[in-house]
């Protein structure tokens, strides 16, 4: 079956022959009892995982700030971060049951005089423990390197600055940014997915300890993908199918094309990729409110089915030149799909890998009679895309959706970062290792 073949019979066809394929390759360990929610993903390669690792159910997602003072803290914090993730992936403990061993770097309680107990690295547990026994639920962690890394408040901190890609460039602020400065940005980025939630909190939980003095969260989120069986693209919290038009991960020409970086950056990118994480709050008391027709012209695609507006089945090619019989476009000039589209774009693709969240309630209170007080949902998606060049990429695509998007009368970007995450590490190595040999 080609790549196209593929597409077309559907996305979870594709990613049971992804998965499939990729578990014989890299001989997969399938946990006692088989079945995929109980396999492991291979966590060394060419790529990191969790870029096109068929998606899973649970993601949670952390930016930390680097506190670290010198360059060699910030290594032995990948080093350890990785040999961390490796191990979980395979389902053992983030660090030898036991032997929770403390990063090389000068502690903050650690120096004596500071009124603190000195901590005795050989007691401290290696591993919270609430995944024992759990299988590893194809676990996956991504690792992702923010401008922070590279420059901070004009300093260049761990003498890093001139291995800063140029893809690595600010975000611009786009038209209707509301970005909250508190869940906004970071230096570094870790996103584990999983299976299961309590395997997917676990491994960040188990980083965090890890990193100790050399780095703290700065923002976190957590999020989740409707369970939709084998047959269909699971919904987002708008109740349309999302991930319908994404590239194909199985394609290799497409992967290189647009998704991960080659030769035009520096050499410790290459295998690897730029991620934009959004989040986005949906105003879903709204959007509950309109009728169905209305949503179907916002997206350009019928609810239920997925078609695009003027065809028949989920993945028919959108028609974005048909016109109904008053000579009005089928698919809105404004809908989200039209804005999106690669032919609107000069070709730009990218692929999501989006998580919905549902964070409780928030108090909103009008300024205008009859000032209503009232709780809404602080709930939405979690956007994150990969591309191999955010500025053909994220930013060429969102630059006019930002403006002219009939979605944006219910979505609010409140936070997110911009990364970049290195290639692959192979056995032995660990994630950014060729970054820090580099410079
Ligand atoms: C809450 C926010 C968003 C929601 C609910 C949403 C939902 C959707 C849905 C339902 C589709 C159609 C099905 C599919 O192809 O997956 C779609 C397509 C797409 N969306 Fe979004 N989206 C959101 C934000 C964004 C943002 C910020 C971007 C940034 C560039 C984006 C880029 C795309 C692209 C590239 C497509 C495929 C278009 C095509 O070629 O057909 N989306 N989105």
Request: charged content about 20%.
């Amino acid at each position: 079956m080609s790549g196209e073949d593929a597409r077309r019979a559907g996305p979870s066809r594709r990613h049971f022959l992804t998965s499939a394929v990729g578990a014989a390759a890299a001989g997969v360990a399938a946990i006692q009892g088989g079945g995929a929610a109980r396999a492991a993903e291979p966590f060394h390669g060419p790529h990191q995982g969790g870029i096109t690792t068929p998606q899973q159910r649970h993601s949670y997602f952390a930016a930390f700030d680097l506190t670290a003072a010198r360059r060699e803290d910030v290594a032995a914090l990948l080093r350890a971060w990785t040999d961390a993730a490796a191990r979980m992936a395979r389902g053992e403990p983030a660090q030898p049951w036991d032997g929770g061993l403390r990063l090389a770097v000068p502690d903050r309680t650690a120096s004596g005089d500071d009124g603190y107990a000195k901590p005795d690295a050989a007691a401290m547990a290696g591993d919270s423990g609430e995944t024992a026994g759990l299988a590893p639920a194809r676990l996956t962690v991504t690792f992702g390197f923010g401008a922070g890394l590279f420059e901070k408040d004009g300093m260049d901190r761990y003498g890093l600055a001139a291995q800063r890609p140029a893809a690595l460039a600010e975000l611009p602020r786009f038209v209707g940014d509301q970005l909250v400065p508190a869940q906004t940005g970071g230096d570094l980025s870790v996103q584990a997915c999983a299976d299961d939630p309590q395997v997917a909190f676990h491994a960040v939980r188990q980083l965090v300890r890890i990193a100790d003095a050399a780095a703290q969260l700065r923002w976190v989120q957590s999020g989740f993908l409707a369970d939709a069986g084998a047959a269909q693209t699971p919904r987002n919290l708008m109740g349309f199918k999302d991930g319908t038009n994404n590239p194909p991960t199985d394609d290799a020409a497409t992967m290189a094309q647009f998704i991960w970086a080659g030769d035009e950056g520096p050499a410790w990118m290459r295998g690897g990729s730029y991620l934009v994480a959004r989040r986005i709050r949906i105003a879903v008391e709204h959007w509950d409110r309109m009728r169905i027709a209305f949503q179907e012209q916002t997206f350009g695609r019928t609810k239920l089915s997925g078609a695009p507006l003027g065809g028949k089945s989920e993945f028919d090619a959108p028609d974005l030149d048909a016109s109904d019989s008053d000579g009005n476009p089928v698919i809105a000039e404004n809908a989200h799909i039209r804005l999106a589209a690669p032919t609107a774009n000069d070709g730009a693709r990218i692929l999501r890998r989006s998580y919905s969240y549902n964070d409780g309630i928030n108090l909103t209170a009008e300024r205008w009679p009859p000032w209503r007080h009232e709780l809404e949902y602080d709930a939405g998606l979690l956007f994150v895309c990969y591309q191999r060049d955010p500025r053909s990429g994220f930013s060429r695509i969102f630059e006019r959706m930002a403006k002219f998007d009939m979605l944006n009368q219910f979505v609010t970007h409140v936070g997110g970062g911009l990364f970049a995450c290195p290639g692959g590490a192979g056995e032995g190595e660990f994630i950014g290792q060729a970054l820090f040999a580099a410079a």
